[in-house]
């Protein structure tokens, strides 16, 4: 995907390094000149395109969780081929989670507050949050070192961490299980003024829900693109049963969906809400029920772009729900509008080139898929 | 937005049981003040000089606002440098007109104060909800948060600070009442314990039959504010949102205090029971993998 066969540089590659260049360039404009300056964001928007970042990236890179849930708890082996370029993308995608949080905290300097125990404040979905992000994202690194040891044949650590794999797999469950939903309990002070189709008591089952199916296409996804870019022959059996996962846990969804504004009385509001509702129904279609029809097909789910289609389908929906609770079904405090400024883009689309690009990197040197002749996993 | 019932919990067995019982609910007892200081705005009084404004700003050393074309005129929404204001209401197809002062309602259940993840904005014993600008990272969930819009962000600034009314809490500390009430030339804003406005408001309005719509906005709004609005005009008209009497902090703290714990533990529980399940089927009837497969378990309970 990224270099030729002869292993010159492709186009595809130069933009990707080209993006993270200029990303990085207008990352140093935003820590110098401010939040203001960089940004659309006002008084009447006080969040924007980087909080949709977050919260989309954070489901999306939840794969690792729940593939790490597959492989050790459930100990089936056969997993441990997708394990790890899908813990290796998990942790990129929350490495890169992490970027801009700091990038959006208007006193980034400051981000240490959030450790100091007498500041805590245990009521604040904010603060759970944050200490999850950090700590599993402690836990990612542990998950990916086997590989970086592997390589740099470090016996004597890998020895120490191997016998930890279980419980750092364990611990990194239950904080993504709180992490994630706590992402949409982070709207439950809103109920006046998130829009009612997305305003629920429910929202941390919903987000939790989301985030299983979600980071399971996304390796699905992975497993599908990756595995063809660098040219691996890949068991689709495996990836059939994860398709079959994710369409029983879409089905979940989608009763929980309806059953909730159902039981609200509020279920005109899919169709009365004007643009609105045009936002929830496309996140229904789009990132539901066509993957539903998709992954509950065997003949669909068994072939690879029955597979990529569907995962890339689920992963849309994911990306509308997360564009509309923090945003544009979000009531907004005074009449302004809010389009992100360039600087803005620049910097998210940076951070996705950053992440394919170390991705690369990884791949090539470091023992992330499985060699055809030997048992690197 | 209509005011939301929750009704939708039937669906959920604990949250349901959770806020079934109200007594006890700690995060309940921890914020109410329902006899702190207050103020109470009468708009029949209001004459719209601003005066309040022109205190606030010279209280709290905030610099005048320039409009377009660089004129200092008043200011049209609260800002990081306008904690009060003063705002006019025509309401269509009326001839009346109504003022609206704005500022922090410091809620008596602050959703600001429940949001903050480094507890930057706490409310005081007073009633005042005050910001600490030492421990504020800036992540603006405070502004997102707030029903009313009132926390705002120095946004020209490369370090902002969230900036918004401090009930004048040092005044107040000084035994003296807010720079707004003390500079109302005709007593149109009140300041006493919220006690006794409330019984004076309630006063107001039996002995002026017609003047006020019958409602005190701030009594019960929200589970209660220390800003309280009598109006002869409808407060929806006069741009005040149409809240219920539920703290909108109940839900998500009663989540936080036991949600949490719980999902932390449930699933840790579960997870060891998967694994020391499926380790044992494999080590069939080898004691030994049996026994050492229990201990991921319990470490898991004890780190949740």
């Excluded at chain 1, 544009?328 to 400024?341: C, E, I, S």
């Excluded at chain 1, 090539?364 to 002749?373: D, G, I, S, Y």
């Excluded at chain 2, 703290?247 to 029971?273: F, K, M």
Aim: charged letters at 15%; hydrophobic letters at 45%; glycine letters at 8%.
């Amino acid at each position: 995907m990224i270099t030729t066969k002869e292993g010159r540089l492709s186009v595809g590659y130069l933009i990707l390094v080209a993006l993270a260049v200029i990303g990085l360039t207008v990352g140093i404009l935003r820590f110098v000149n401010g939040l203001g300056a960089t940004t659309n964001l006002s008084d009447d928007y006080p969040w924007g395109l980087w909080i949709v970042y977050d919260v989309f990236f954070i489901p999306v890179s939840a794969g690792a969780f729940m593939i790490s849930a597959v492989t050790h708890i459930y100990n089936r082996e056969e997993y441990h081929t997708i394990a790890r370029p899908v813990v290796l993308a998990g942790f990129l995608g929350y490495l890169f989670v992490v970027v801009i949080l700091l990038m959006d905290l208007g006193r980034w300097h400051k981000f240490y507050n959030i450790l100091i125990p007498m500041y805590w404040n245990l009521h604040s979905f904010m603060f759970e949050v944050s200490m999850c992000v950090t700590i599993y994202t402690g836990i990612l690194i542990m998950e990916v070192a086997p590989a970086i040891l592997e390589r740099l044949k470090w016996q004597n650590l890998l020895g120490m961490i191997r016998p930890l794999t279980v419980l750092i797999a364990g611990a990194g469950i239950v904080l993504s299980s709180l992490h994630q939903s706590s992402l949409g309990s982070l709207f439950l002070l809103m109920p006046y003024k998130l829009h009612p189709l997305w305003w629920t008591p429910l929202l941390p089952l919903m987000f939790f829900t989301a985030a299983a199916f979600g980071g399971l296409s996304m390796a699905i996804f992975v497993a599908v693109v990756s595995f063809r870019a660098f040219r691996r022959r890949l068991e689709l059996g495996l990836l059939t049963d994860l398709a079959k996962i994710v369409s029983i846990m879409l089905g979940i969804y989608l009763v929980l969906k309806v059953g909730d504004l159902l039981l609200a009385g509020e279920l005109g509001l899919v169709l009365s809400e004007g643009w609105l509702s045009l936002l929830f129904l496309a996140e229904m279609v789009i990132g539901v029920i066509v993957p539903i029809i998709l992954f509950g097909t065997p003949k669909m789910r068994e072939s690879s772009s029955g597979l990529f289609w569907g995962a890339a389908c689920v992963l849309v929906g994911l990306a509308i729900n997360r564009t509309s609770v923090p945003l544009l079904a979000l009531k907004a405090t005074g009449g302004a509008v809010y389009f992100p400024h360039w600087m803005e883009f620049t910097v998210a689309a940076a951070c996705v080139a950053a992440g394919v690009l170390l991705f690369d990197l990884a791949v090539r040197f470091l023992p992330v898929f499985p060699e055809p002749e030997t048992e690197a996993v | 937005m209509d005011r939301r019932s929750f009704l939708k919990l039937s669906g959920v067995g604990l949250g349901a049981a959770l806020l079934g019982t109200k007594q006890a609910d700690p995060a309940r007892a921890s914020h109410a003040h329902s006899n702190g200081m207050a103020m109470l705005y009468d708009n029949t009084k209001c004459i719209g000089c601003r005066a309040c404004q022109n205190a606030c700003k010279e209280w709290n050393r905030n610099p005048p606002e320039a409009g377009p074309g660089g004129l200092y005129d008043a200011p049209t929404e609260l800002s990081a440098d306008t904690w009060t204001l003063i705002q006019v209401a025509k309401p269509e197809g009326s001839d009346e007109w109504a003022f609206l002062k704005r500022q922090c309602m410091h809620c008596l259940h602050p959703a600001c104060v429940s949001a903050c993840p480094v507890g930057a904005l706490q409310q005081t014993e007073q009633g005042a909800v005050v910001y600490d600008p030492d421990r504020c990272i800036g992540c603006r969930y405070c502004m997102v948060a707030c029903p009313f819009g009132v926390p705002k962000f120095e946004w020209e600034e490369t370090l902002p600070f969230i900036r918004k009314c401090t009930f004048c809490i040092d005044r107040l500390e000084d035994g003296l009442e807010p720079a707004c009430a003390a500079a109302c030339p005709v007593g149109a804003i009140a300041f006493g314990e919220r006690d006794s406005l409330i019984a004076e408001a309630e006063d107001r309005i039996r002995n002026n039959p017609g003047k006020y719509v019958n409602h005190i906005y701030g009594k019960d709004e929200l589970g209660g504010t220390s800003m309280l609005y009598l109006s002869h005009i409808p407060f929806e008209e006069l741009g005040l949102p149409t809240l219920g009497s539920e703290p909108v902090t109940r839900l998500s703290e009663v989540i936080a205090t036991y949600g949490t714990p719980s999902v932390a533990l449930s699933v840790a529980t579960l997870l060891g029971g998967l694994y020391y399940g499926f380790t044992r089927r494999e080590a069939g009837a080898e004691e030994i993998g049996a026994e050492e497969a229990t201990r991921p378990e319990e470490r898991e309970v004890e780190e949740a």
